[in-house]
Structure formats: structure tokens, C-alpha cells
């Protein structure tokens, strides 16, 4: 069984920067694929960014595309998501996934077996 825990949401300005994190523990978090996603009101989930377990392997969404960057630390069992230059079309409630095996990244919800909890980004303008 694998638990994760993001932190870090808040409330930022457009403009500004955020950055989530996400500790995972259980089991081997250095051997899965991971991702970030988000849900704003009335929208379904979506793909923010995702990593594979080594981190030399990302994709973005086209919407964050040079704005956000997704990283994770094995040693620290821990998955990072900088966001920069937010906007409001940012806020949402942001989720991290795993995966419990693969060596490449995922892009959609079915793909991930573990789910976060989600926090709660607010980008005010």
C-alpha cells in the first residue's frame, strides 16, 4: 500500500509562484511513474505534469508548458511541482498519483493506481 500527502497549496497573485509537494510512503517510491493532476469546479480532472521514476522523463500539459516543472527526490521519497508565473486559470485542487509499475510517464487517471488527498490552489488577479 502506497499513502501520498501533498502540501504546499495556498493562495497566490497571478504572477506569482507555489510550490507543491508530495511525500509518499509505503512502498518503493523510486521505482514509480508519478504525476500531477488538477480539478477546478465544474471541470473533470486533468494532467498537469508526470514524471517517470528515474526523472529524466517529463511531459507537461500544453497549459504549463515553461511555467510549471515537475521533479522528485527517491532518497527523500518526495514529488515537487514548481509553478511559476500562475494565473487564475490555475486554481484548482492538485492531486499526485502513482503508479505501481512502468518505466515511462502516464498521462491519463486510469493509468495511476494511488491517489493524494488533493490541496487547493487559489491564484487571485
Known amino acids: 500500500q502506497v499513502q501520498l500527502a501533498e502540501s504546499g497549496g495556498g493562495l497566490a497573485q497571478a504572477g506569482g509562484s507555489l510550490r507543491l509537494s508530495c511525500a509518499a510512503s509505503?512502498?518503493?517510491?523510486?521505482?514509480?511513474?508519478m504525476g500531477w493532476f488538477r480539478q477546478a469546479p465544474g471541470k473533470e480532472r486533468e494532467i498537469v505534469a508526470a514524471?517517470?521514476?528515474?526523472?529524466?522523463?517529463?511531459h507537461y500539459a500544453d497549459s504549463v508548458e515553461g511555467r510549471f516543472t515537475i521533479s522528485r527526490d527517491n532518497a527523500k521519497n518526495t514529488l515537487y511541482l514548481q509553478m511559476s508565473t500562475l494565473k487564475p486559470e490555475d486554481t484548482a485542487v492538485y492531486y499526485c498519483?502513482?503508479?505501481?509499475?512502468?518505466?515511462?510517464?502516464?498521462?491519463?487517471?486510469?493509468?495511476?493506481?494511488?491517489w493524494g488527498q488533493g490541496t487547493q490552489v487559489t491564484v487571485s488577479s
Open positions: 514524471i517517470n521514476w528515474s526523472g529524466d522523463m517529463t
Open positions: 498519483a502513482a503508479r505501481f509499475t512502468g518505466n515511462y510517464y502516464y498521462t491519463t487517471q486510469g493509468q495511476y493506481d494511488y
Open positions: 509505503g512502498r518503493a517510491f523510486g521505482s514509480f511513474p
